[in-house]
């Protein structure tokens, strides 16, 4: 496990492109780095290989909070831990880093193993869905706040 370099984004690209059967999230990833709101980016190595990979960008606001969009693992290595490792190392990082909070959309039986919660996200204003909208708190009374939730731009478009 180790943060994403230059030198893997072809191997990620090729991940996330057979991993959700098109080509929207790759745009999304590139589209993100290329606006430099990719706070964190990091990949689960193999042999060499490029296994998983997890996307960690900035929101537009609040200020200095984070989501987890998106998260691949390639198929064959599903249900190995893979995907969770790289959550809990994002969240380690960014907890270390003093992110106030993380925000995922997703499955909550899959990420409330690691402390994302529906009910700490509960009054977040945003354009998604409350029903898969999560929240892990870092900073102190952060958890079922009131705040307006942007994230970045390009997800809009992709």
């Known amino acids: 496990m180790r943060e994403a370099g230059r030198a893997d984004a072809f191997a990620i690209s090729i ?3 057979t991993s959700f059967e098109g080509s929207r999230e790759d745009r999304l990833i590139k ?3 290329a ?10 190595i193999e042999r060499g ?10 929101l537009s606001r609040p200020e200095g909070w984070y989501a987890l969009a998106p998260l691949t693992v ?12 790289l959550v809990r190392v994002g969240i380690d990082r960014l907890r270390q880093a003093e992110a106030p909070a993380l925000l995922v959309l997703g499955d909550p039986d899959y990420y409330e193993r690691f402390g994302f919660s529906l009910g700490a996200a509960a009054k977040l204003r945003s354009a998604y869905p409350k029903n898969n909208l999560m929240m892990l708190a870092f900073a102190p009374g952060l958890s079922g706040a009131a705040f307006d939730v942007d994230y970045p731009s390009v997800f809009l478009r992709n």
Do not use: C, K, T
Request: aromatic content about 2%; hydrophobic content about 45%; proline content about 3%.
């Open 31 to 33: 589209d993100l780095r």
């Open 35 to 44: 606006e430099d709101a990719l706070g964190l980016e990091l990949v689960a």
């Open 74 to 85: 390639r198929a064959d290595r599903r249900r190995m831990g893979v995907g969770s490792a």
């Open 49 to 58: 290989h490029v296994i998983g990979h997890a996307a960690f960008p900035r």
């Open 15 to 17: 991940l996330v492109e």
